[in-house]
């Protein structure tokens, strides 16, 4: 069975600073996806940023990168430049590519508070 | 294009009801995902249905049902519904269901159960 762990239950942020969310996860797939969503107050899950399993590079989005270590199974997402937008909370998912559908699987989740 | 759509916004219902929480995927998507999100918690995956038919489903009881219409539109039953049912319903729509594919999520419906 897939696992996605966070450990970090609420991070404060200084506006125009940069903040690492950690993300590990267990799976005995080889191949997987993983997805870092963020949802605010309002309760949508806005996608984010994914790696693939098998990807060369660590994924960029513009102010998002993730730093993916997979011998370690751990995919922690950067958020470089905080703005006060920023303030909500994230979540680390993950997707069994063997599997038919699309079932993803999410951590708790991290509250991240940018201050001004 | 409008994004995913659900109806209705908030929902409280007493303990031992029925609910039917409705959801309209992108125009063109033919899957339909549905999460529950229990407060301070992860989203937990529940149904996903592509052309009408269940692909996959969550470790939730026979209370809760789903099913999808032939304009992919979806429905989201829960019977009897208990305490712990009160969360953040999420539907979320990709364009084949297949594990390559993104899914975008609706805003949800939030149930409160009394």
């Known amino acids: 069975a897939q696992k996605i762990t966070q450990t970090q239950p609420g991070m404060f942020v200084q506006e125009k600073e940069a903040v690492t969310l950690d993300c590990t996860y267990d799976?005995?797939?080889?191949?997987?996806?993983l997805f870092w969503y963020k949802q605010p107050s309002s309760g949508e899950m806005i996608f984010l940023i994914y790696q693939g399993s098998y990807d060369q590079q660590n994924a960029t989005e513009g102010r998002y990168s993730l730093n993916f270590q997979k011998a370690r199974k751990s995919a922690n997402l950067v958020i470089s430049a905080s703005q006060l937008g920023d303030s909500a909370m994230y979540f680390c998912?993950?997707?069994?590519?063997?599997?038919?559908?699309?079932?993803?699987?999410f951590g708790g989740g991290t509250r991240v508070l940018v201050k001004p | 294009d409008a994004g995913v759509t659900q109806s209705p916004t908030h929902l409280i219902k007493t303990r031992g009801q029925q609910v039917t929480l409705r959801c309209s995927p992108i125009?063109?998507?033919?899957?339909v995902s549905w999460y529950q999100q229990v407060l301070g918690q992860g989203p937990q995956f529940i149904f996903q249905y592509y052309e009408k038919e269940e692909r996959g489903r969550g470790n939730f009881p026979d209370r809760f049902s789903a099913r999808q219409f032939p304009n992919y539109s979806s429905e989201l039953n829960v019977n009897a519904l208990l305490l712990g049912d009160s969360a953040l319903y999420l539907c979320?729509?990709?364009?084949?269901?297949?594990?390559?594919?993104?899914?975008?999520f609706g805003p949800g419906t939030r149930l409160t159960v009394l």
């Open positions: 125009s063109g998507h033919k899957s």
């Open positions: 998912a993950m997707r069994d590519f063997k599997a038919a559908g699309n079932k993803l699987t």
């Open positions: 799976t005995s797939d080889p191949s997987y996806g």
């Open positions: 979320a729509s990709s364009s084949t269901g297949g594990p390559y594919n993104e899914q975008f």
